[in-house]
């Protein structure tokens, strides 16, 4: 049984591959978050390097192109918007920054994300009957 909610390693996760190192519908809240918390346009290296930190990802670099592919997907739904930046020196950057409908968005998301702790908590006793063990423990996040 794992501690925490992360695996420790790709073999750790390969006893139930299905677990998935990632939500990756989660990663919608975690970029809108990141945004928000910004406050200012953000590009996308900086958004990748901060969703690892974030508790959806635990520390472990999230895949970059998935990133940009929400990001993009979020571009289009009218959640941010985007702006090449030019500096004088160095390479351009595409910087996003989060619209009032991602905000609008971000709020939905609070209320959604407690609706899916209720239907997890639901599912794990469930399981445990099915087993017939009792509900063990919820795990603790401690992303080492």
Known sequence: MWSSCHP????DLAECSELG?????LSQPTILTLLAQAGEPMHGYIIVQKAA???????KKPDATGIYRALKRME????????WATPEQGSAKRMFS??????DCLRR??????????????LRGQAATALGIDLPPTPTCMHE
Not at 8 to 11: E, L, Q, Y
Not at 53 to 59: I, L, N, Q, W, Y
């Open 98 to 103: 989060l619209t009032q409908k991602g905000y």
């Open 53 to 59: 930190a974030s508790p959806m990802f635990g520390g």
């Open 76 to 83: 289009n739904a009218g959640y941010v918007t985007s702006e």
């Open 8 to 11: 420790k390693s790709d073999a």
């Open 21 to 25: 190192k990632s939500l990756s519908r």
């Open 109 to 122: 998301w609070i209320d959604a994300l407690a609706c899916y702790e209720v239907t997890i908590e639901e």
